[in-house]
């Protein structure tokens, strides 16, 4: 012991019978260490009245970056291939290992972040709340990115602020009949933007009105904004302009407004979310909301290294990029 008289971590390795280093993954709750042996040292540390506050949370060593396999994956989805680029910067900086993994809504989520030996996770995206319980219940520390989920720190960009300063950037240029296309709204961003738009038009004395509100379905499919589209030009007033929760939606929509022959932005305004690449080679180039998706992983991979004990809510500032799909360009 010390001369306080205080038990350390080689006290209660010693009378465990185990290293230094097993007593702290097994204090830390760290992977790697069998169940009897982790009991073995919390036995040894209680029985010497070791002070658990003495602890310091445990620095990650393997980070695995963890993604919901939908339709579409990383690799052809720009916007998560931009924020797995910025968990690879932050990795590499910090000297981490990496590894990826995709998860179907049934797979076994514990399981597959055991494979992984990882003691670090960053979720990005879309999880169901019970695949999400099942990484809290690891005790491995955890970041969601692009989500929110109570009891977990959580990187998003601000997509309520993005969404008002689209809906606001149509209203101040004349437009009244501003539609929203979404998709779904358990995904938080979405409900975010949703509300965003929602608020703008309350804010400068337009009524939402839920005819002007569609979804995309089917959500990854042509034929699903097609079907939006087509819906809202059927309307007694159709609308004179189309906020999309996503670039890849409005891309899309710029693109059903063509096979119906609307001329973009004269007969309606199409704007975006999300400032992806293609966004300024569309034509017209595509008025959308940028986001940092690279600074989003970084943030994620940051809050591992940093974490507190009390979830964190980090919210990145997004800015309005005006192009030609909003505004005639001359």
């Given at each position: 012991?010390?001369?306080?008289?205080?038990p350390?971590?080689?006290?209660?390795?010693?009378?465990?019978?185990v290293s230094?280093?097993?007593?702290?993954?097994?204090l830390?709750?760290?992977?790697?260490?069998?169940?009897?042996?982790r009991?073995?040292?919390?036995?040894?540390?209680?029985?010497l009245?070791?002070n658990?506050?003495?602890?310091?949370?445990a620095r990650?060593?393997?980070?695995?970056?963890?993604?919901?396999?939908?339709?579409?994956t990383?690799s052809?989805?720009?916007?998560?291939?931009?924020v797995?680029?910025?968990?690879?910067?932050?990795?590499?900086a910090?000297?981490?290992?990496?590894?990826?993994?995709?998860?179907?809504?049934?797979?076994?989520?514990?399981?597959l972040?055991?494979r992984?030996?990882?003691?670090?996770?960053?979720?990005v995206?879309?999880?169901?709340?019970?695949?999400?319980?099942?990484?809290?219940e690891?005790?491995?520390?955890?970041?969601?990115?692009?989500?929110?989920?109570?009891?977990?720190?959580?990187v998003?960009s601000?997509?309520?602020a993005?969404?008002?300063?689209?809906?606001r950037?149509?209203?101040?240029?004349?437009?009244r009949?501003?539609?929203?296309?979404?998709?779904?709204?358990?995904?938080?961003?979405?409900?975010?933007?949703?509300?965003?738009?929602?608020?703008?038009?309350?804010?400068?004395?337009?009524?939402?009105?839920?005819?002007?509100?569609?979804?995309?379905?089917?959500?990854?499919?042509?034929?699903?904004?097609?079907s939006?589209?087509?819906?809202?030009?059927?309307?007694?007033?159709?609308?004179?302009?189309i906020?999309?929760?996503?670039?890849?939606?409005?891309?899309?929509?710029?693109?059903?407004?063509?096979?119906?022959?609307?001329?973009?932005?004269?007969?309606?305004?199409?704007?975006g979310?999300?400032?992806?690449?293609?966004?300024?080679?569309?034509?017209?180039?595509?008025t959308?909301?940028r986001?940092?998706?690279?600074?989003l992983?970084?943030q994620?991979?940051?809050y591992?290294?940093?974490?507190?004990?009390?979830?964190q809510?980090?919210v990145?500032?997004?800015?309005?990029?005006?192009?030609?799909?909003?505004?005639?360009?001359?």
């Amino acid at each position: 012991m010390d001369m306080t008289g205080s038990p350390t971590v080689r006290d209660v390795a010693r009378h465990a019978g185990v290293s230094v280093a097993t007593v702290s993954r097994s204090l830390n709750n760290q992977p790697g260490i069998s169940a009897d042996t982790r009991q073995r040292v919390l036995d040894a540390a209680s029985s010497l009245g070791y002070n658990l506050g003495n602890l310091r949370p445990a620095r990650p060593r393997r980070v695995v970056f963890l993604h919901r396999r939908e339709s579409q994956t990383v690799s052809d989805n720009p916007f998560y291939s931009h924020v797995l680029h910025g968990v690879e910067d932050a990795c590499r900086a910090e000297k981490l290992g990496l590894s990826f993994c995709s998860v179907a809504h049934d797979d076994p989520v514990p399981e597959l972040i055991a494979r992984q030996e990882a003691d670090g996770v960053v979720c990005v995206g879309y999880f169901e709340p019970h695949q999400l319980r099942s990484v809290l219940e690891l005790n491995v520390p955890a970041v969601l990115v692009d989500h929110w989920f109570p009891g977990m720190t959580c990187v998003n960009s601000d997509n309520f602020a993005g969404a008002y300063l689209l809906t606001r950037h149509l209203i101040e240029l004349g437009r009244r009949r501003i539609a929203f296309i979404n998709g779904p709204l358990t995904h938080y961003s979405i409900a975010q933007r949703q509300q965003g738009y929602r608020h703008a038009l309350l804010a400068y004395g337009l009524t939402p009105d839920s005819a002007l509100e569609v979804p995309r379905d089917p959500l990854d499919d042509e034929a699903g904004t097609d079907s939006a589209v087509q819906r809202l030009m059927r309307l007694p007033q159709p609308p004179d302009a189309i906020v999309a929760y996503n670039d890849a939606t409005a891309l899309s929509v710029l693109r059903s407004c063509q096979r119906l022959g609307l001329s973009v932005p004269s007969d309606v305004a199409v704007v975006g979310f999300d400032d992806l690449a293609s966004a300024a080679q569309s034509i017209p180039p595509l008025t959308t909301i940028r986001v940092d998706k690279q600074a989003l992983g970084r943030q994620g991979v940051e809050y591992l290294l940093n974490r507190t004990p009390e979830p964190q809510q980090l919210v990145l500032p997004v800015a309005l990029v005006v192009r030609g799909s909003s505004v005639s360009q001359p």
